[in-house]
């Protein structure tokens, strides 16, 4: 995936069609731009002084330290953009991972969010922030089945969500998980005439119309178009602790949305109520679930800010910082990919076969990525047997570093709805107790207290 995402040949290529080798003899371009992305996972300091580090510690002609940040200019910001289509390009070109209700009527989901991040009051003018400060934001739009983002953008700060999504064609038999900040009546109707299914949550302000109660505890008929507060208001609708799916209309006139209205019971006794035009056949629970999937795109945030530094930016032009964004963005594509990967090998887990080892967790993932950075960078020059070697090594040690430590005690809600029952395991002093005492065992686990303590007792 290294290879498929920095290739020696595109990456000379546009090196060449951007000039950026122009005039800097001591600049090995492939190396430097391997090193934009294989250093956002090291966090050893800043953004710019991670990439120093990789690329002078590959061997490359060292320079001061005012050269090494000219060459983050125009034609590196150029470059980095078409490393980012690439990398989204290969993302994109994955079968996405969605078994059971998740695909049956949609080809995939995407959810939409952005993430802010902070820059140097320098940058105050080209990234206003919405305060006094400078601020960037990411628009992200991340697949469930992939796991990755397939499209991102940036805007200031300042800037509202909303008018950074368009439903269109291209969305054609996909499926939206959004928060509130995107919701109006005009992305609802592009839903409709584009054939995007939907689930979103029901904004206070937002006023819908009962037409029909398909489940729910009705109590004596009502007339098509009764506000759905008054229904509840007035007991005609009793909410007591059962799921509530009607038809709904809102908006008026020519621009009058008809979608499925659906509520939920909370464990503190409110409820939850969400929009969606998915057929009657995926259940209140599981739009109520599919909805909660939409906190991957959370993770995925925390992925780029935590393990590739995406909040670590300090570069003073707006040429280097977003250069340095989208280096960040790419490495955290390739620890998505590569758990997607593995999770597109195992065997399906069921309840006669349960899951018996860790799946891979992008975040761990992206620290043992950093942890093997200097040994990515080596291999990426290394050809034939020794190269094959090597890369079996990285793949060895990632994955062994890689896995997710809290599988059975917190698997995330997409985990659940893939089907992998999670078989508790036995606490580690329950399993030990059953194992017989030796000194030869004790000398295997000569720094547990718990055996020490049982030895000296027997």
Known sequence: ????????????????????????????????????????????????????????????????RGGFYAWFNPRLEAVMEQIRDQAL????????????????????????????????????????????????????????????????????????????????????????????????????????????????????????????IARGEVTRTFFAGTDLAALINQEVLQLRGKVVDAEVEL???????????????????????????????????????????????????????????????????????RALVHASMVGSMIANLIAHRHRMTEAPSTAEQPRTQPPIHPQVMGRAMGSASMLIAAAMDMQGPEADLKWQWIADHLYHLGKDPNWRRRPSILDQLRGWPIAPGRPRKARLSSRPVSYTHLRAHETDSYLVCRLLLE
Request: include cysteine; hydrophobic fraction near 40%; charged fraction near 25%.
């Open 1 to 64: 995936m290294f290879e498929s995402i920095l290739p020696d040949a595109a990456l000379r290529r546009f090196v060449e069609e951007a000039e950026l080798q122009q005039r800097c003899r001591k600049l090995d371009a492939v190396q430097f731009l391997r090193a934009m992305v294989i250093a956002g996972g090291t966090g050893y300091g800043g953004r710019q002084a991670d990439v120093a580090r990789v690329y002078f510690d590959a061997g490359t002609k060292r320079v001061v």
């Open 89 to 212: 390009a290969f993302v994109a070109s994955h079968d996405p991972d969605l078994p059971g209700f998740l695909g049956a009527h949609v080809l995939d989901w995407h959810i939409v969010d952005s993430t802010t991040i902070k820059l140097p009051d320098a940058l105050r003018e080209v990234f206003p922030g919405a305060g006094d400060y400078a601020a960037l934001k990411i628009h992200k739009r991340l697949s469930v089945g992939i796991g990755a983002a397939v499209d991102y953008h940036l805007s200031p700060a300042r800037e509202h969500d909303a008018p950074h999504l368009t439903i269109d064609a291209s969305w054609r038999r996909l499926g939206l998980l959004a928060d509130l900040g995107y919701a109006s009546f005009k992305l609802l109707r592009d839903c409709l005439t584009h054939d995007v299914k939907f689930v979103i949550r029901l904004k206070e302000s937002w006023k819908p119309r009962v037409t029909s």
């Open 251 to 321: 908006g008026a006139g020519n621009g009058a949305v008809c979608c499925r209205l659906v509520g939920v019971p909370m464990p503190a006794g409110s409820y939850r109520f969400f929009l969606t035009n998915l057929p009657p056949t995926v259940g209140p629970h599981q739009i109520s679930d599919l909805y909660r999937v939409r906190w991957e795109i959370e993770s995925d945030n925390k992925l780029d800010k935590s393990c590739f530094h995406l909040d670590s930016i300090t570069a003073q032009t707006p040429h280097a910082v």
